[in-house]
């Protein structure tokens, strides 16, 4: 999101869910997102996801990864959900399918 501040912004988005996002997860880098976001903030994490981890731990110098942990964000609206359990029965499910 830009630094700038654009006039008339707030809660011009209603909800926003970001499932496996390979974005910056320190709570500081969400903090715009409260002006502009009148509604929930989801984030959908999954612990176990190595590929996310891989890539974007090797292109970025961060560590902190919101689609691999909750982000702590100071607010009500903020909601961190876990998928792993649901992405990992899925990979399992799907894996069973192939043919060997």
């Keep these: ?3 700038e501040e654009p006039a008339n912004c707030q809660g011009i988005i209603e909800d926003v869910v970001l499932l496996g996002a390979p974005v910056e997860g320190d709570p ?11 509604g929930r903030l989801i984030n959908g994490y999954c612990r176990g996801d190595w590929l996310l981890s891989f890539v ?11 689609g691999l942990q909750p982000v702590l964000l100071q607010d009500r609206r903020m909601e961190n959900v876990d998928l ?6 899925l990979l399992e499910e799907g894996l069973a399918g192939l043919p060997r």
């Design 84 to 89: 792993s359990s649901v992405l990992t029965a």
């Design 28 to 38: 500081k880098y969400w903090e715009p997102f409260r002006k502009v976001v009148s």
């Design 56 to 66: 974007y731990r090797t292109s970025s110098v961060q560590l902190r990864v919101a």
């Design 1 to 3: 999101m830009s630094t």
